[in-house]
């Protein structure tokens, strides 16, 4: 036990010491700006184009693993939408975005880092996949919903253009297209370059955590979802758990991967789904609420799920 408490215990203390930065130092929220900037747009591409450029290509379309990860994330967002759909009166918008609050996990921010502390580079590939096909899922659902609510304007080219846009622009994913295409050519960057990636790549998690910690006492605890104890439970025990079978079902994959499926399946909500809420002025502070309310029990349950991986009591494959 006490070698996983060595392992969260860094990973959640970069996240409260940026609450408690943020919480003393008082600092403006724009303040935040230019630290988002370098995790999204350089450090954390720096870091899926290294790992994923020494992997070999064959590693790269496991289109079993990908389908199984995303099924799971997208069978929970549609049982969260359902009953919100079922018992607010067919509200729509509302119901899509506590549906992304239920699926929709920290896979950026929180990912990388305690999966490649947990598993080491094996986690990389299918962190930086699943991360890919989950954000272009998410990337679709979102206006695609809005625009059935009648809360997205433009039409439907607009709006397909804008889906497109989103995916194709996304750092991260620029960032996967270009080293898959690396490991496929075997290209290798010049030494000084590959040098300054690796130092870009290693400050990825620990700036991502700090800033998400930031984030966090940023935003004002307003006001309390009804949902919150039915998205708690959706995002942090029955999505990992039904990644897990559904894995298992799918095919028979190496251990480090299903195990990171399962662990960036049981990390809190995104605090996207927040930035997604304010754009379209829906469930905005309650969002915020449902982002906090999780990362906080995410201690207690990301915990608990790397003890029984760590301690042998997971098999990797639950139908061998």
Same mark, same amino acid.
């Given at each position: 036990?006490?070698?996983?408490?060595?392992?969260?215990?860094?990973?959640?203390?970069?996240?409260?010491?940026?609450?408690?930065?943020?919480?003393?130092?008082?600092?403006?929220?724009?303040?935040?700006?230019?630290?988002?900037?370098?995790?999204?747009?350089?450090?954390?591409?720096?870091?899926?184009?290294?790992?994923?450029?020494?992997?070999?290509?064959?590693?790269?379309?496991?289109?079993?693993?990908?389908?199984?990860?995303?099924?799971?994330?997208?069978?929970?967002?549609?049982?969260?939408?359902?009953?919100?759909?079922?018992?607010?009166?067919?509200?729509?918008?509302?119901?899509?975005?506590?549906?992304?609050?239920?699926?929709?996990?920290?896979?950026?921010?929180?990912?990388?880092?305690?999966?490649?502390?947990?598993?080491?580079?094996?986690?990389?590939?299918?962190?930086?996949?699943?991360?890919?096909?989950?954000?272009?899922?998410?990337?679709?659902?979102?206006?695609?919903?809005?625009?059935?609510?009648?809360?997205?304007?433009?039409?439907?080219?607009?709006?397909?253009?804008?889906?497109?846009?989103?995916?194709?622009?996304?750092?991260?994913?620029? =960032? $996967?297209?270009?080293? *898959?295409?690396?490991?496929?050519?075997? /290209?290798?960057?010049?030494? @000084?370059? !590959?040098?300054? #990636?690796?130092?870009?790549?290693?400050?990825?998690?620990?700036?991502?955590?700090?800033?998400?910690?930031?984030?966090?006492?940023?935003?004002?605890?307003?006001?309390?979802?009804?949902?919150?104890?039915?998205?708690?439970?959706?995002?942090?025990?029955?999505?990992?758990?039904?990644?897990?079978?559904?894995?298992?079902?799918?095919?028979?994959?190496?251990?480090?991967?299903?195990?990171?499926?399962?662990?960036?399946?049981?990390?809190?909500? =995104? $605090?996207?789904?927040? *930035?997604?809420?304010?754009?379209?002025? /829906?469930?905005?502070?309650? @969002?915020? !609420?449902?982002? #906090?309310?999780?990362?906080?029990?995410?201690?207690?349950?990301?915990?608990?799920?790397?003890?029984?991986?760590?301690?042998?009591?997971?098999?990797?494959?639950?139908?061998?």
């Amino acid at each position: 036990m006490s070698d996983i408490i060595g392992l969260v215990l860094p990973f959640f203390g970069m996240i409260f010491l940026g609450f408690a930065v943020a919480r003393i130092t008082r600092q403006p929220v724009e303040a935040l700006g230019w630290m988002n900037t370098f995790v999204i747009y350089v450090a954390l591409p720096c870091l899926f184009f290294q790992l994923l450029s020494r992997t070999p290509i064959e590693k790269l379309t496991e289109m079993g693993y990908i389908f199984g990860s995303v099924l799971a994330t997208y069978l929970v967002f549609s049982a969260m939408f359902v009953f919100s759909v079922l018992t607010n009166r067919g509200e729509i918008a509302e119901s899509t975005i506590k549906g992304l609050a239920a699926a929709y996990g920290n896979i950026g921010y929180m990912g990388p880092g305690l999966a490649l502390l947990a598993f080491g580079e094996e986690a990389a590939v299918p962190v930086a996949l699943i991360f890919c096909f989950e954000n272009i899922m998410h990337f679709a659902v979102a206006p695609l919903m809005m625009a059935l609510a009648g809360d997205e304007r433009g039409g439907a080219g607009q709006l397909a253009l804008g889906v497109v846009r989103k995916i194709a622009l996304h750092p991260f994913i620029i =960032a $996967t297209a270009i080293g *898959v295409a690396a490991a496929a050519l075997h /290209v290798r960057p010049p030494t @000084a370059l !590959a040098t300054m #990636l690796d130092y870009l790549a290693r400050a990825a998690a620990p700036c991502a955590l700090f800033a998400m910690g930031v984030t966090l006492a940023l935003r004002p605890l307003k006001r309390m979802p009804r949902e919150i104890g039915l998205i708690a439970v959706l995002k942090l025990v029955v999505h990992p758990a039904l990644c897990y079978v559904i894995l298992s079902l799918v095919g028979n994959f190496d251990p480090a991967w299903v195990f990171s499926a399962v662990l960036l399946a049981s990390l809190p909500t =995104a $605090t996207n789904v927040f *930035v997604i809420g304010q754009q379209y002025g /829906v469930w905005v502070e309650r @969002a915020s !609420a449902s982002i #906090l309310v999780t990362t906080v029990l995410s201690v207690a349950t990301v915990t608990a799920l790397l003890f029984l991986i760590k301690g042998g009591y997971l098999p990797p494959d639950l139908f061998p």
